[in-house]
């Protein structure tokens, strides 16, 4: 078994070439559900939808957000009547989280997401990190902002001087899946609002120290590649690089991806851990997620 540690931006587009490359049935993917909420009446669980349609192949991958060709004709008739979202979704979206909302009645998190999956056909163990409700304050220079409020009200241009989450607890199986497996793949996502939630569950730690850790980084250079991770980093006082990822992930990381323009950093970073693989992240192509996600695994 292969687990993935996912957030729901730069992951799932690794997710895309291991999926061509791997049996569904021998993956886990453990998903970041520190930003869900409710909006407009519908639970929104944004890194969870986004991993169910990509390993569906309904993912709009030119937003990573949504379904690909969906329709928007509530969205717009709502802000029509007065009452605009602050997220903009789609109708096919909409209908999935409509669902998901109505299995919470009387389902976890966990099980209404495996009933989704089992309906788009896919095969893969997708498990949300927690059953439980998160909170997530984004504190900047204007305020304390909500998550989603910084995000797409802000376009994230506040400065960021600190993120204050709550602690959960995991998931029914999310520990084991780690314990279980030959390998875990912590994908090029969020290392402060979609990985580190994961790992500070209780015994997720431990459980990565038993198996063999690879990391992609999302850091080239000084800045992350899409979203605000270096932002995120920089307010807790990590060094905005690949070496700030490594000193992240160090207590159980065996191995780190970085891209080919960050390979001055190689000895640097061997001296937090011990192996650096160096070759290209950028995943423009579908060629260039199987191949990044064949370098990974052929790396044990």
């Not at 309904?58 to 008739?77: H, Q």
């Not at 998931?171 to 402060?192: C, L, Q, R």
């Not at 990822?245 to 011990?274: G, Q, R, T």
């Amino acid at each position: 078994m292969i687990t993935v540690l996912s957030g729901g931006t730069g992951t799932p587009k690794l997710l895309q070439g291991i999926k061509e490359i791997v049996n569904q049935d021998e993956l886990n993917i453990i998903v970041n559900t520190l930003e869900n909420d409710y909006f407009s009446g519908v639970y929104i669980s944004a890194d969870i939808d986004t991993v169910l349609y990509t390993m569906s192949d309904m993912i709009n991958d030119e937003l990573w957000y949504g379904v690909k060709g969906d329709t928007f004709v509530t969205n717009e008739k709502l802000a029509e009547l007065g009452t605009p979202e602050l997220l903009r979704i789609g109708d096919i979206d909409r209908a999935t989280k409509i669902q998901k909302t109505l299995l919470l009645q009387n389902n976890t998190l966990a099980e209404s997401v495996k009933i989704q999956a089992e309906h788009m056909g896919i095969h893969a163990n997708i498990l949300p990190m927690s059953n439980e409700d998160s909170e997530i304050t984004i504190v900047t220079d204007k305020g304390k902002l909500e998550f989603h409020d910084f995000l797409i009200k802000y376009q994230c241009r506040p400065e960021v001087t600190d993120i204050i989450t709550s602690k959960v607890n995991p998931a029914p199986g999310v520990v084991e899946a780690i314990e279980n497996s030959s390998m875990v793949i912590i994908g090029p996502s969020n290392p402060i609002t979609s990985i580190l939630p994961i790992i500070s569950l209780n015994g997720v730690i431990d459980a990565l120290k038993e198996t063999y850790v690879v990391a992609v980084s999302p850091i080239i250079g000084n800045d992350s590649v899409s979203g605000p991770a270096s932002k995120f980093m920089k307010a807790l006082n990590i060094p905005v690089s690949s070496v700030g990822v490594a000193s992240l992930y160090k207590d159980f990381l065996d191995n780190l991806v970085i891209d080919n323009k960050d390979e001055n950093l190689k000895e640097e970073i061997e001296n937090i851990i011990e192996n650096v693989t160096v070759t290209n992240t950028i995943m423009k192509t579908l060629d260039d997620k199987k191949n990044l996600s064949e370098l990974i695994i052929n790396i044990i």
